[in-house]
C-alpha cells in the first residue's frame, strides 16, 4: 500500500511538474517586458495618448480592446475566405497601427494599418500566419477577403466590420488572447485608434526598463490634460507574472508531493524488509547451515521484496492512470495524460524500492549461522 500510493504521488508530481513549469514559462512570442498598461478615464484618454506620443521616456503608444496575456482569452467569429470558401470560427481583436512595433510583432507579408484606415475603421484586416495558412493553404492571402458572419445585437462583436474585409497583412503567430492559451490557433486583426470608448486598453511602450521613469511621464502627460483626474500604470510583466505566480506554487507544490512520496515509499521499504530479515533469522541460520550461500539468501529476499513492490507499483499506477483520464480534461491546470510521468514515477518507485532494501539485505548476508540458530 505504501509502495502504491508513492507511485500514485509521484506520478501526480512529476505531471503537475511539468506542466506547471510549461504554464509558469509560456511562449508569447510577444516583447511585452517594457509595456505598461495605462488606466485611465476614457473622456481623456485620447489627449492623454496624444501627450504620451511626445515624451522622450515613451517609445509607442498604442491601443487595443483588450491588452494580450490578460483579461481572458480572444472573443471569436465566423469567418470565410474568399477563393477557397473555407469557413472558419477566428479570434479577432481590434488595435491601433503602433500595436505590432510596441510588442514588436513582425509583419511578414503586406503592411499594417495606415492612421487613415485606423481613424475609419476600415474593412481591412491583418490576420496571423496560422490563420492564413488555415483559411487559404498554399495561396498568396494579401489581397483576399474575409466574410465576417453576422453578429446578434449585445455582443462585443458588435464593433467588427460588417460584410467583407479585404486582408492587407500577415502578422506571425503570437499570444492575444489569455497567458494560459498559448500562441493563438488563429488571429485577425481590425483597425482602430484612440477613441474614447470604454472598452479600449491604452499601451506605453517605455524607452527603459525602469517603471519609475514611464510613471513620471504619464504623471506629466496627465497634469497638463487634466491635473485632478486619476490614473495607475500597470506593468505587462508584473501583471501576468500575478497571473503566472499560481503555476510557480503549484511546481513549487508537486516537488514537495514527490519528495514526500519517495520518503514514503522509501521508509516503508526499508522497515519492512528489515523486519523480514529479523523474522526469518533463524530461517536464514538454518538455511545457511544446510549450505545456501548468503548471495543466495539475499537474491531470493530481493526476488520477493521486488515481487511486492512490483504489485504495489502496478496498482499505484493503475489509479493514477485512473485519476489523470478522469479529471484531465476538465481544466487546463490539470496535467494531460501521457507515458512520461508514469515512466518516470515507476523508475524513481523501484529504484528506492532497491535502495530501501539494500542495507536490511546487506544485514542478511552477514547473519552468523551458529548465532541464528540460538535466536527464538
Known amino acids: 500500500m505504501q509502495i502504491g500510493a508513492c507511485a500514485l504521488f509521484l506520478v501526480g508530481a512529476v505531471a503537475f511538474l511539468a506542466e506547471s513549469s510549461r504554464l509558469a514559462n509560456p511562449q508569447t512570442n510577444l516583447s511585452y517586458e517594457r509595456v505598461s498598461l495605462i488606466s485611465i478615464d476614457p473622456k481623456v484618454r485620447p489627449a492623454v495618448a496624444r501627450r504620451l506620443a511626445s515624451e522622450a521616456a515613451v517609445e509607442q503608444v498604442a491601443v487595443a480592446w483588450k ?16 477563393a477557397t470558401s473555407i469557413a472558419l470560427n477566428t479570434g479577432y481583436t481590434a488595435v491601433s497601427p503602433e500595436y505590432f512595433p510596441l510588442f514588436e510583432i513582425q509583419i511578414v507579408r503586406g503592411r499594417t494599418f495606415t492612421p487613415a484606415e485606423a481613424a475609419a475603421g476600415a474593412a481591412v484586416a491583418l490576420v496571423s500566419e496560422a490563420t492564413a495558412a488555415a483559411l487559404w ?3 498568396d492571402p494579401i489581397g483576399q477577403t474575409l466574410d465576417l458572419a453576422a453578429v446578434p445585437d449585445g455582443r462585443a462583436g458588435r464593433r467588427l466590420p460588417r460584410g467583407r474585409a479585404q486582408v492587407i497583412g500577415v502578422t506571425e503567430d503570437v499570444t492575444n488572447g489569455n497567458v494560459f492559451d498559448g500562441v493563438d490557433a488563429s488571429c485577425v486583426y481590425f483597425p482602430t485608434d484612440v477613441k474614447p470608448l470604454k472598452e479600449m486598453s491604452l499601451l506605453v511602450r517605455a524607452r527603459t526598463d525602469d517603471v519609475a521613469v514611464l510613471r513620471s511621464a504619464v504623471t506629466s502627460a496627465v497634469k497638463d490634460v487634466a491635473p485632478e483626474m486619476p490614473f495607475e500604470v500597470l506593468p505587462m510583466r508584473t501583471l501576468v507574472g500575478l497571473a503566472l505566480w499560481i503555476f510557480q506554487a503549484f511546481s513549487v507544490a508537486a516537488s514537495l508531493l514527490g519528495v514526500v512520496g519517495l520518503l514514503f515509499a522509501y521508509s516503508g521499504t526499508h522497515a519492512v524488509v528489515s523486519f523480514l530479515v529479523v523474522q526469518r533469522t533463524r530461517e536464514f ?15 531470493g529476499m530481493l526476488v520477493e521484496t521486488s515481487r511486492t513492490a512490483a504489485i504495489g507499483l ?42 530501501a532494501a539494500l542495507a536490511p539485505l546487506h544485514a542478511a548476508a552477514r547473519i552468523d549461522p551458529a548465532q541464528a540458530l540460538r535466536t527464538e
Open 67 to 82: 491588452p494580450p496575456l490578460i483579461n481572458g482569452s480572444l472573443p471569436t467569429t465566423r469567418v470565410t475566405a474568399s
Open 137 to 139: 493553404p498554399g495561396l
Open 285 to 299: 541460520g538454518v538455511r545457511m547451515a544446510l549450505g545456501a550461500s548468503a548471495w543466495r539468501i539475499v537474491w
Open 314 to 355: 502496478a496498482a499505484g499506477l493503475a489509479v493514477a492512470a485512473g485519476l489523470m483520464r478522469l479529471f484531465s480534461s476538465s481544466s487546463a491546470i490539470l496535467p494531460a495524460f501521457g507515458a512520461r510521468p508514469f515512466v518516470v514515477g515507476a523508475a524513481i518507485v523501484a529504484v528506492a524500492t532497491a535502495v
